[in-house]
């Protein structure tokens, strides 16, 4: 055969038309697929090895019990290690500590003292490096992916400084994304997005898109979202950090308010003092550790 | 189920809220795939009909007999013809003797298979008599009259295949000279020309079997040949068996054992034709792939977010997948709408010529479902890679875009 190429090479000894271009065609795919695959493996070994990835997780420490009924989270020994070229970062250096339920809890600490990194390890969305997390009285380092999945989508809200919305849903559709991937009812669903959006003072504008809402209306729509649910705890990362302070002072005052009526736990993070006063407890946070008793 | 609800939603969104411009581009790109995957089979297919019906229709019918292998001709023709024609499935029989292979203009001459024909029933087994370019077809009981094939006389066509072969300037009731197998050689008027835009029957000249017996009187109810037309939807194979116990020490075959020729054409179109289709379909992975690509890496964030709100990998892998099909539909349909009711019919309107004549698109169902199940399997696994890795990045990593 006068074509070394190897798709059809291999599907010379294929007598059907269709099979033998359909045979072909997988293979180009497959190799393309193939050759894809490993470049981006390279690169992100490349970048691994170069870049802020930590180590992965850890195991539970051998000494660790279940809290108290009464504790949202416990955490003990808890380490969180960046590596930056050569250099490690401990972001987090045996931090051990517990929130009640139903506390508005702020952690405080300036740039880089680990406070983001503390709620993305509690919120599931980022490992430790070691150390041991109970949320809602669950052991969650251990857990798979899919099963953090499914513990974010059911026991946790999150809540990002960016606000975080998806920009191709309106507000009411970005509440309701998360139930609708519970396997709640449409009806259902749909009614408890709207209520969420009348609760964070949205309810007129349920079907406007992300881009047309201000700063302070697309957080209230991402704490709609992370309540809809029903969470037992609600991590919010600086959810205040991009407002102004009549919309911060808003979005405060929701989270306080659904802490009280909902019971739900809220824990955010925050470097305004003025955040703080809304706070039951206060995590203050240093170079990664923790500095002094919670308050 | 609620994956594949999820996934459809996010699908659809996606798709009516995203970027308008990628997504007809792809559709576009999709379509110009799907057209160029049929048409240039399409094409091909109807050059390979074009020659397939030209070489049953003038030169091996449906069914050829000749005498086994001792024999140089079949005898007792007028009976067996008769007996041919009452069988099963055929739709008329013609004999024909080769009683001559050479011909001379002036001062110029060449070698060409001269036939003995009965033109009436010739012309009910094969097309040639009708494609006259000069002149007229025989007639029984002509006298010193030949009928030539275009690539023999040359008629001043410079263009015509083989014109640097032939006699070049022989014209109708031009006066030309055949040399017969006995040896004997005698004057013929040129009665017609015919071009049937096929170099395997062009060149061949025909005298009437009337006027050979007289020339030759042993060839008396004798053929070197016999050409049977079966009827429309008879299989051949079936007449062939039917034909069988007529008479002995002949032999038969089919149009499809005598297609050698064509049958090389038809395999370096089919290879040409499949390495198309497969670098049209590499076009295709290759332009979904990067679209995808470049569309998960715009949304990586937005990947990151769902994924932190616990929305799972399948139903956004899937969302992905089912774009793909979205844009392979649309553009598949509209691909197929209008390669059926605009490229084949403008096509059948103004056809391409070939070489060996007009050439229409020729499309069979089973061509235009394999194209599309090809696509759609090329479109899901050009989606699938992609929208799979984006999944297994760290959380953290997709939304900070690293």
Known sequence: MPLAWPGLVLAAGVHHRFVRVLVAALIVIVVIGAAALITMHVVRRYRKHGGDSGPGPSSASPESEPPLASVAIAITHLNKTYRMGKVEVNALDDVSLEIPNGGLVCIMGKSGSGKSTLLRQLGLIDRPSSGTIWVCGRQVTQLSEPERAEMRLSSLGYVFQEYALLPELSAHENVYLPAMMLGQRPQQYKRRASDLLDRVGLGPRVHHRPRELSGGEQQRVAIARALVNRPKVIFADEPTANLDSLAARTVMETLQELNRTLQVTVLFVSHDPDDARYATQLIQLQDGKLTGAPR | ?402
């Open chain 2, 1 to 402: 189920m609620k994956t594949v609800r999820v996934a459809v939603f996010l699908a659809i969104r996606s798709v009516l809220r995203g970027n308008y411009g990628i997504a007809s581009l792809t559709t576009l790109m999709m379509l110009v795939i799907y057209v160029s995957l049929l048409f240039l089979p399409s094409l091909i297919q109807g050059a390979v009909d074009r020659v397939n019906g030209l070489l049953i229709s003038t030169v091996t019918s449906d069914i050829v007999i000749t005498p086994a292998s001792k024999s140089t001709s079949i005898g007792d023709v007028s009976r067996y013809l008769g007996k041919i024609r009452e069988t099963a499935g055929v739709a008329d029989a013609t004999a024909v003797f080769h009683i001559g292979n050479q011909i001379s203009y002036g001062s110029n001459s060449g070698t060409w298979s001269i036939d003995a024909i009965d033109p009436s029933s010739y012309r009910a087994v094969f097309a040639t008599p009708s494609n006259i370019f000069e002149g007229h077809y025989l007639s029984a009981n002509d006298t010193s009259q030949v009928f030539l094939g275009i690539a023999i006389a040359g008629a001043g066509q410079i263009r015509v295949r083989g014109y640097r072969a032939s006699l070049k300037a022989v014209y109708a009731n031009r006066q030309v000279e055949l040399t017969f197998n006995n040896g004997q050689t005698s004057q013929f008027n040129v009665k017609g020309i015919f071009n049937n835009q096929f170099p395997l029957s062009d060149n061949n000249a025909f005298i009437t079997m009337h006027e050979a017996e007289a020339l030759v009187p042993a060839i008396t109810d004798h053929a070197t040949t016999i050409f049977v037309r079966t009827k429309p939807g008879a299989r051949v194979g079936q007449v062939v068996d039917n034909l069988k116990p007529l008479q002995d020490g002949v032999q038969f075959q089919t149009s499809a054992d005598l297609g050698s020729v064509v049958a090389d054409q038809v395999a370096t179109f089919t290879l040409i034709s499949d390495i198309l289709k497969v670098v049209s379909l590499m076009t295709a992975a290759i332009t979904i792939f990067i679209i995808t690509y470049v569309d998960l890496v715009n949304k990586r964030r937005q990947i990151g977010i769902q994924r932190a709100i616990g929305i799972k990998s399948a139903p956004i892998v899937m969302s992905y997948v089912l774009k793909a099909w979205g844009f392979a539909a649309v553009g598949i349909g509209t691909g197929f709408l209008l390669f059926r009711y605009v490229a084949t019919p403008f096509v059948r309107g103004h056809p391409f010529h070939f070489p060996n004549g007009p050439v229409t698109l020729v499309t069979t169902g089973q061509e235009v479902i394999q194209d599309v199940v090809i696509l759609v399997v090329v479109a899901s696994i050009a989606a699938l890679i992609p929208a799979l890795r984006s999944v297994h990045l760290r959380i953290l990593d997709a939304i900070w875009g690293n």
